[in-house]
């Protein structure tokens, strides 16, 4: 079992940053991938970056330049640093975390969510 706590969510300006912050506690050998997901209101959840077990990171194209996400000094962290906000962005943000399954499909973890609201 993994536990999976997110911080940092909060309201901002357009063009504004934030940064959350994801801590995972348990059974964290086991994770393979930590990312981030969004949804916002009446939509469905989206995925918006990752960060694999040797580092490798990927973003969705629409925070590619925008987003930074990285491992914290803190074992078993991830961050999200967040600039030019903008209103499209404001959502529910989930960490999650990935872990094997004999039967090959990746087995999810989510947190609970943190609100990201960006003002026009």
């Known amino acids: 079992q993994v536990q999976l706590v997110e911080s940092g969510g909060g309201l901002v300006q357009t063009g504004g940053s934030l940064r959350l912050s994801c801590a995972a506690s348990?059974?964290?050998?086991?994770?393979?991938?930590m990312a981030w997901y969004r949804q916002a209101a009446g939509e469905q959840r989206e995925w918006v970056a990752m960060?694999?077990?040797?580092?490798?990171?990927i973003y969705a194209d629409s925070v590619k330049g925008r987003f930074i996400i990285s491992k914290g000094n803190a074992e078993n962290t991830v961050h999200l640093q967040m600039n030019n906000l903008k209103p499209e962005d404001t959502a529910v943000y989930y960490c999650?975390?990935?872990?094997?399954?004999?039967?090959?499909?990746?087995?999810?973890?989510w947190g609970q969510g943190t609100q990201v609201t960006v003002s026009s």
């Open positions: 999650n975390a990935k872990t094997p399954t004999p039967w090959g499909t990746p087995y999810d973890y």
């Open positions: 960060i694999s077990k040797d580092e490798s990171i």
């Open positions: 348990g059974s964290t050998g086991s994770i393979n991938t």
